[in-house]
């Protein structure tokens, strides 16, 4: 009787071991089904949503897209007057962002701006150059100096901080001017106290924007390295080179053109990075050349604007410190950039929220 028993026990456990072996088979072949089947669907709404199909012709009816905004003019009048009217609350967060980056030491230095400018006036010994020639080339040096940070006189801590508060003002912008288009009347400090939640989702966005540029910049460093070269003596060369650095261009114009447009939707409630830029390519598509075309109206006036403000600072400030020249100390020209660098951020936010507003206004799916 007892023999018996101990061989029923093991034959049990078998069953129970089998009927387990099964039930956990049977339930990851279901996770697996399910994933499968979530995949598939995403897949399927995704396709629903983009009409455009990789390596094959899309017809026009199938992607064409109103596009219901004011004009070039029409749309830059509007955004200038929402400046003007709210013009206290928006220029006291841009001269905040300002003041901040002159406490961190975040600005051109008087010290590479002299010696930029030693370097011009050797280059102009003699009168060789125009009296136009230095001063767009001073320009120039200040511009990407204050916009890359190569010129800064702080520490690469003090530089990340100097981001920072760049996208806070950004997000500020943002925040006030969403408050302002819903009928309140916010203070500065709500904008700057309010609008700091996002900071990490537009981080991430930011280092997107970068990686979508890198084609471009492989581009330049070929072009200038082939250049440098001797490569381009030869026509066939250099029309190859062209042709290439044109594609790689526009490839990172494409992407960077949506990236733009996340960073504003990034800014809503409990909003994930990767979730603004998938609502941001459904919102583009099929008129990402028109979206395209504003943008880069917004950094033409944007850059007439730096021209307009710097080159009478710089001919203020060399005439200035000729006739005087105690006063070499004086960091005008710096202090000028980063003025303009502040108000860059706030107006190339409120002109894309602007449009944002105005695209969501008229959106539509599809043909």
Not at 93 to 119: G, R
Not at 313 to 329: F, Y
Request: net charge positive; proline share 4%; aromatic share 8%.
């Amino acid at each position: 009787m007892n023999e018996s028993l101990d061989s029923v026990k093991p034959r049990r456990k078998c069953n129970i071991m089998t009927k387990k072996k099964e039930t956990s088979k049977k339930s990851a072949q279901n996770r697996v089904k399910k994933r499968v089947d979530a995949i598939n669907n995403r897949r399927q709404e995704f396709l629903s949503r983009r009409p455009h199909r990789s390596f094959r012709l899309t017809r026009r009816r199938d992607y064409k897209r109103s596009l219901k905004v004011p004009g070039y003019w029409a749309l830059t009048a509007q955004v200038g007057k929402l400046i003007l009217k709210h013009k206290r609350v928006l220029l006291t967060v841009a001269l905040l962002y300002a003041v901040l980056m002159v406490v961190l030491s975040s600005f051109v230095s008087q010290e590479t701006y002299s010696s930029l400018q030693d370097l011009v006036n050797e280059a102009n010994e003699g009168g060789a150059l125009e009296a136009i020639v230095p001063t767009a080339t001073l320009l120039w040096g200040v511009v990407t100096a204050q916009l890359s940070g190569s010129g800064y006189a702080s520490a690469s801590s003090q530089q990340a901080m100097s981001i920072f508060f760049g996208l806070m003002t950004w997000l500020s912008t943002i925040w006030l001017l969403r408050s302002i288009m819903a009928g309140k009347k916010p203070r500065a400090r709500d904008g700057i106290y309010s609008s700091g939640g996002p900071v990490v989702p537009l981080l991430v966005l930011c280092l997107v924007f970068l990686i979508q540029l890198i084609p471009a910049a492989i581009a330049v460093v070929a072009y200038n390295a082939a250049a440098t070269s001797g490569l381009f003596d030869q026509t066939a060369v250099l029309m190859l080179f062209g042709i290439a650095s044109i594609l790689l261009i526009t490839l990172s114009a494409y992407w960077v053109t949506s990236t733009l447009v996340a960073m504003v939707i990034v800014t809503l409630p409990g909003m994930y990075p990767f979730e603004a830029l998938r609502l941001a390519g459904d919102l583009t598509v099929g008129r990402r050349t028109r979206f395209l075309l504003r943008l880069l109206w917004m950094i033409v006036l944007i850059a007439l604007a730096w021209i307009v403000v710097l080159v009478p600072a710089i001919l203020i400030d060399g005439a200035l410190k000729s006739a005087i020249p105690v006063l070499d100390w004086l960091p005008l020209v710096p202090i000028t950039a980063l003025l303009l660098s502040s108000l860059t951020i706030v107006v190339a936010a409120s002109y894309v929220y602007v449009f944002y507003r105005k695209v969501v206004e008229d959106d539509s799916a599809p043909a």
